[in-house]
């Protein structure tokens, strides 16, 4: 057990399906982020809360959606994908940025994109 | 470009046989340069964090290592559980939040 739990482990949903990804952590890390990881390609950082505020968003489609209700909890919902969204979506935590201490990551939510 | 390239793609060595992982970087100014360890089916662990040339950083049979322009992962002896892919990640000083990655080295080790 990392700290960092996300569920589901996996998920297959339909272009037009919604779904959402949780994450939660309760390790007092004050800062959150969603990644999204595909093969034999560099993480890329999606969306990063400090403190429950987005304070980056990497130019990622309205197709997906952040939520971040309090510091521990953290959201990723998701509406009409495509295909090329499968991929390994992780969530990290850390004390306000990346520290000499790192990220803290979950296990990821497999998603394919039927 | 701020970017990081991380050779080889893949390393097969036998029990015992020590070698090198490269990452090599462009950034404007390095706040750090950070190493991480990922398992199939398993998101990535931190290994090590360096600040600035000349500084090494150790644990167990790894040793991280930092100049100018690339970083080293050295592996003395590794064992079949150091199989795993390898992760190298920069820092740019005017960043607080946001990483470059690498896309990784996958390291096999046979017994």
Redesign the interface.
Known sequence: ETGVTQTPRHLVMGMTNKKSLKCEQHLGHNAMYWYKQSAKKPLELMFVYNFKEQTENNSVPSRFSPECPNSSHLFLHLHTLQPEDSALYLCASSQEGHSRYGYTFGSGTRLTVV | EDQ?TQSP?ALRLQEGESSSLNCSYTVSGLR?L?W?RQDP???????F?LYSAGEEKEKERLKATLTKKESFLHITAPKPEDSATY?C?V?ARNS?????????TKLIIKP
């Open positions: 990081v793609e750090g950070f991480y089916g398993k998101g990535p662990e931190f290994l964090t992760l990640a820092q607080n939040y946001q990483l470059i990655w690498g896309a990784g």
